[in-house]
């Protein structure tokens, strides 16, 4: 099977797209996307969250790189037709995107609100002549029965009209078609938009922006006073009160200021003052928020189903075998991005092939032959058996080692190294 990676595949469009559909009509309602009493629309929720939490967002973009931005496989076994594929895939619109770039952005939409829009322009031959990503935070659907089961509306209320996706498509009575395929990931709150997969972690996702939120206001602003000032026996008076506020409003707050001392003269008898702490301890502030955005951290991550490496995680005392990255791997392909890779295949092939992509393709697999060091494989191999001496040697280049029959152990071959050795040695003195 022929493969081409990188964002090269790509077609390169003969006309430029021209908005010819009908204007929505007014009456026409369109179906609510799922919302709830607390965040409102949740498409358009979901659409912000990655700007939440870094970890949320690195997930979305591996699992949307490793479905569609890993290459291309196709299953002709010329290469001049290869080459002409990626010819022929080299540009999909008038803004000059390649077809990996578009899919890429349908992906990552559809991993991070549950629903991925590909437009498709078709010239007025019916063949298809750009493609587009149609931003799924302006996109809404109709009712079944409705002509145009897709409407975009943009930032500044413009609406416009969609077909679905058809391979005998008629041409439209003005001339080009335009036409939506919705990639959408199933949820029960709705049958015409879907919802994400990680939405469980959602709650661990405000947490810990809330938290860091928090933190940072607390260090900006030192939102719980350290210290209460109470005074018995009277009062401060006029002159005293206002050093002590300056000092508070001008000479407390902030890293410069650290350490300041506050002198304060009392000029009223039996007047005494004493400071009272009300903040925290330092120590018990930090490793609280420590312990609760590393467990934030988890559930973010184990409900993406990405491996923890991927995204930068390696606890303290794992072990760093190329085997234990394999099996994780492996299961991510297999669990994870199969399903999502079968998804858009099943979807684009026959735009491709209406694009003049006659051979099959797949979208390239991760890669999970991570080799381990040789250092650590061959020993592992000869020590469990499934390699001998001579065979890792004949493997690295090297020619077969004689048998010693008279060495039975490595500190029996060891002993007899340094009784050659000590040979060699009183040879060069008796030389001198």
Same mark, same amino acid.
């Given at each position: ?214 933190? %940072?206001?607390?260090?900006?602003? *030192? ?5 209460? +000032?109470? !005074?018995?026996?009277? $009062?401060? #008076? ?24 506050l002198y304060l003269p009392l000029k009223e008898e039996g007047v005494t003052v004493r400071f009272e702490k009300l903040a925290m301890d330092t120590k018990d502030i930090d490793g609280s928020f420590d312990k609760l955005r590393a467990r934030c951290r988890d559930n973010i991550v184990s409900a993406h189903g990405v491996p923890p490496r991927l995204v930068g995680i390696v ?37 491709? %092939?209406?694009?003049?992509?006659? *051979? ?5 697999? +991760?890669? !999970?032959?991570?080799? $381990?060091? #040789? ?54 003195v008796e030389g001198f």
């Amino acid at each position: 099977m022929g493969k081409i990676s990188g964002a090269k595949v790509i077609y390169v469009a003969h006309v430029r797209k021209e908005s010819k559909q009908p204007e929505i009509d007014g009456d026409i309602q369109y179906v609510d996307r799922p919302k709830d009493d607390e965040r409102g629309d949740l498409v358009r929720y979901y659409h912000v969250t990655p700007s939440f939490n870094s970890f949320h967002a690195r997930c979305l973009r591996v699992k949307s790189d490793c479905t569609v931005n890993l290459g291309i496989d196709f299953e002709e076994e010329s290469d001049e037709k290869r080459k002409e594929y990626e010819e022929q895939l080299t540009k999909v619109n008038d803004e000059g995107q390649t077809f990996q770039e578009v899919i890429s952005r349908v992906s990552l939409d559809y991993e991070t609100t549950g629903n991925g829009y590909l437009e498709i322009v078709r010239s007025e031959d019916g063949n298809i002549a750009e493609l587009y990503h149609s931003p799924a935070l302006n996109m809404y659907r109709r009712r079944r029965d409705q002509e145009f089961p897709f409407v975009f509306i943009g930032p500044e209320g413009k609406k416009q009209n969609f077909l679905r996706f058809e391979t005998d498509q008629e041409k439209a009575p003005d001339g080009d078609i335009t036409e939506m395929i919705h990639f959408q990931n199933y949820c029960n709150m709705s049958k015409y938009y879907g919802l994400p997969d990680w939405r469980g972690a959602l709650p661990d996702i405000e947490v810990d922006y809330y938290s860091v939120r928090f933190n %940072q206001k607390f260090f900006l602003n *030192s939102a719980i006073p350290d210290l209460a +000032i109470i !005074t018995e026996g009277g $009062e401060l #008076d006029e002159d005293a009160e206002k050093e002590v506020r300056d000092f508070f409003q001008t000479s407390f707050k902030g890293i410069d200021n650290a350490h300041r001392t506050l002198y304060l003269p009392l000029k009223e008898e039996g007047v005494t003052v004493r400071f009272e702490k009300l903040a925290m301890d330092t120590k018990d502030i930090d490793g609280s928020f420590d312990k609760l955005r590393a467990r934030c951290r988890d559930n973010i991550v184990s409900a993406h189903g990405v491996p923890p490496r991927l995204v930068g995680i390696v606890a303290s005392g794992q072990l760093g075998g190329g085997g234990e990255i394999h099996g994780q791997l492996k299961i991510f392909q297999e669990v994870t991005i199969n399903p999502r890779q079968d998804l858009f295949e099943v979807k684009l092939k026959p735009v491709t %092939q209406l694009m003049g992509i006659e *051979s099959d393709w797949k979208f390239t697999e +991760i890669d !999970t032959k991570i080799q $381990e060091k #040789d250092s650590e494989l061959y020993p592992a191999l000869v020590g469990s058996g499934i390699l001998d001496v001579n065979e890792v040697r004949v493997e690295l280049g090297y020619p077969e080692k004689e048998e010693e029959d008279d060495i039975e152990t490595p500190q029996q071959r060891a002993a007899q190294e340094t009784e050659e050795l000590i040979e060699g040695l009183e040879k060069m003195v008796e030389g001198f």
